[in-house]
């Protein structure tokens, strides 16, 4: 499966931090009955890495993933992104930031149900400032490359789970983001449409995109370059990803991720 070197906990010198925090917390509630879901978590992500956050449920990964996406506000914290502090920022400020540098992918797609899945990819583009004629060049390169282009016009509801994940990739990429989000990409997937959209994320990392990934399986993270383990909210570990000899390379070969 995967093998950790000793805890690293950044990138390396020469690979520019695109995310930083320093103290990130969060606390639901107040007094006696409030709940501290992050706390102080210190992490950088440097540009072009793919890293995996890991952990048991509750550990915090996926208040971790909205607060560094501004879905959630933080309790206490720094965040950075590309060279600025952000954790300040208005809803509104938040939502240009994420319009165009983040991407999202989430567990259960969150595609609009109303739309077609032409429209879904294109909106992303469309808010970030593109022209209806680059929006619709974009929508096409990205259902092409993820093999669904025949689906442009068709409703996600009509899509399989596999399909409807791919749709979600491209709505992600569609405002060329520097940063990817990505909640349990897999989790309401079966094996096979798993292994489809992790073959897609690998290459959309080689292609260069910045990837901060949740996931709760340990095969889906040998993919990344590093994985950050939290436990209670904070981060138990932060380690490179060893790739494994070749008769160990259960990840690859259980996922069918080569060539």
């Known amino acids: 499966m995967i093998t950790l070197l000793a805890p690293g906990g950044r990138p390396p010198d020469d690979t520019p931090a695109l995310l930083r925090t320093k103290g990130l917390a969060k606390v ?4 006696p009955l409030s709940l501290e879901a992050v706390r102080g978590v210190d992490i950088e992500v440097g540009i072009g890495e793919f890293v995996a956050i890991m952990g048991p449920s509750g550990s ?8 560094l996406g501004g879905l959630e506000p933080a309790t206490r914290g720094e965040i950075w992104l590309r060279g600025q502090r952000v954790d300040g920022l208005s809803q509104s400020a938040w939502a240009m930031l994420r319009r165009r540098h983040v991407g999202f992918m989430f ?18 583009a469309l808010l ?19 093999g669904i282009a025949a689906k442009s016009d068709a ?13 979600a990739l491209a709505r992600a990429l569609a405002n060329e983001p520097g940063l990817l989000l990505a909640d349990e990409p897999t989790g309401n997937l079966d094996s096979t449409s798993a292994r489809d959209v992790l073959r897609l994320l690998r290459r959309t990392h080689e292609a260069g995109q910045t990837i901060l990934m949740v996931t709760h399986d340990a095969k889906v993270a040998g993919l990344a370059d590093r994985v950050i383990c939290l436990f209670d909210g904070m981060v138990a ?20 991720l080569r060539g």
Request: glycine share 8%.
């Open 60 to 67: 915090g990964k996926s208040t971790l993933l909205h607060l």
């Open 107 to 124: 567990q259960f797609f969150n595609l609009l149900s109303t739309m077609t899945v032409a429209d879904n990819v294109e909106l992303p």
């Open 128 to 146: 970030a400032g593109a022209t209806p004629r680059q929006a619709r060049r974009r929508r096409e390169e990205l259902l092409a490359d993820l």
């Open 155 to 167: 409703a996600p509801s009509r899509l399989s789970g596999g399909e409807q994940q791919r749709v």
């Open 28 to 31: 639901y509630g107040s007094g």
């Open 237 to 256: 570990d932060d380690a490179k990803v060893i790739p494994a000899p070749r008769q160990s390379t259960a990840v690859s070969d259980f996922l069918e």
